[in-house]
């Protein structure tokens, strides 16, 4: 038995109970999900899906999957009813890179354009950037935020009008304000675009009723299970029921191969969580404390950007303070508090250094964190940045 690598672990859950964890992506799963993604469903095999006459699909390639197609039909079944819908499901995505690969592989050809948020506006590598696969293959084109920091739908709207993209996608990373997705359908419909939401970071607030839902308006949604939802990593595609069969290929055998049914228990075991009223109750938790931790720092005269937020996360602008994003999360990591630097829009830093930190309460409010915890916390940073100085920065700031 390698004592090394339980070593390594023993070290880890000891950094993860000691500090105080605001990356916004992350969050800590129950018991149950860490004992699905820890079982013996990890030694098999199961490439293709569980028979269904209905989708035409050939089934399962190896043998031995009486159980484990049944395991996928009820993790299926169960994301349904999570967010109360009849969309097709997915649940073999690895990553939520992997479902926007395959979402992709679906439904275009490469050099195919797609209309999505910019990246330094808070859009994920996997919508256009140009070191990723997407930015690689597709002709991106992309809409902004306006100087307050909100989507401009009108400049969107426009853009598609000209542009006539294949695909509108909407969704990000570092967005604190609700999505309007309806804004986007409407210019996916009035200029013939496919429309694709990737909810990886609000999925949670979704299934929770506390964002507006996708469900209905897009035609292809992905998530990761891992954020807001609460889950193992991994991710999730749904689509309306006439594009079944081009994402389950574009899934398997487009680009992946065998599922990983340990992780599709563990998915399944976070969609039974999700389905309690403790769920809603959290999250309704995790949106309240994230006002409470913005509002917060508003007092203390910072600037957060579009001046608050409408979900679990925030943004800090330190543009005022001279201060770079990734001094103050160094910093704040000797201090044992995890967060990461962020671009703020019309940053003029570079992406390795940024003009700002994205803060969540995802995480925290799981470990049972209440606003009032998180308003102290919001002052422990505050006293930090006051030990900065912004002047060792000034060669950044050219760079
Ligand atoms: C996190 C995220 C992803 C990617 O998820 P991974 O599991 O890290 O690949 C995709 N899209 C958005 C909007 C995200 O925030």
Redesign the pocket.
């Known amino acids: 038995m390698s004592s090394r690598v339980f070593d390594y672990i023993a070290q880890e859950e000891q950094r993860q109970q000691t500090t105080v964890e605001l990356i916004a992506?992350e969050n800590f799963v129950s018991a149950d999900v860490l004992r699905a993604v820890g079982s013996c469903l990890t030694n098999k095999y199961s490439e293709g899906y569980p028979a269904r006459r209905a989708l035409g699909n050939q089934g399962r390639y190896y043998g031995g999957c009486a159980v484990v197609d049944q395991l996928e039909e009820y993790c299926i079944a169960r994301w349904k009813e999570v967010f109360h819908t009849d969309y097709h499901v997915n649940v073999q995505p690895h990553?939520?890179?992997?479902a926007?690969l395959a979402a992709y592989f679906a439904l275009l050809q490469p050099g195919d354009s797609i209309l999505s948020m910019s990246l330094s506006n808070g859009?994920?590598l996997?919508?256009g950037s140009p070191v990723n696969f997407s930015g690689k293959l597709y002709d991106m084109h992309f809409y902004d935020v306006d100087e307050n920091g909100f989507i401009d739908y009108d400049a969107m709207a426009r853009m598609a009008r000209t542009l006539r993209p294949k695909l509108i996608l909407a969704?990000?990373?570092a967005y604190s304000r609700i999505i309007d997705y309806r804004r986007f359908a409407d210019a996916a419909r009035e200029t013939g675009a496919l429309f694709m939401v990737?909810m990886?970071?609000v999925a949670g607030l979704v299934a929770a009723d506390e964002h507006p839902s996708p469900f209905g308006l897009a035609d292809v949604i992905?998530t990761?299970t891992?954020?807001t939802l609460r889950g193992p990593?991994?991710?999730l595609i749904f689509c309306r029921p006439e594009l079944a069969k081009r994402i389950d290929s574009a899934v398997f055998p487009g680009t992946q191969g065998g599922p990983l049914q340990h992780v599709i228990a563990g998915k399944a075991v976070a969609a039974e969580e999700a389905l309690t009223p403790a769920f809603r109750t959290y999250i309704h938790a995790v949106v309240a404390n994230s006002r409470a931790m913005a509002d917060e720092f508003t007092a203390m005269g910072y600037k957060v950007v579009t001046g608050g937020t409408d979900n679990h996360m925030f943004l800090l602008d330190l543009t005022d303070t001279g201060l770079t994003g990734k001094q103050v999360q160094e910093a704040l990591d000797g201090a044992g508090i995890t967060l990461n630097k962020n671009c703020v829009p019309g940053d003029r830093r570079s992406p390795f250094q940024t003009s700002g930190v994205r803060i969540g309460t995802a995480a925290m409010t799981t470990r049972g964190y209440t606003a009032e915890d998180f308003r102290r916390v919001a002052h422990r940073i505050d006293a930090m940045l006051r030990t900065l100085s912004p002047a060792e920065n000034a060669a950044d700031k050219r760079a």
């Open positions: 992506s990553s939520g890179s992997s926007n859009a994920h996997t919508h969704g990000a990373s990737d990886a970071h992905t990761t891992h954020k990593r991994g991710g």
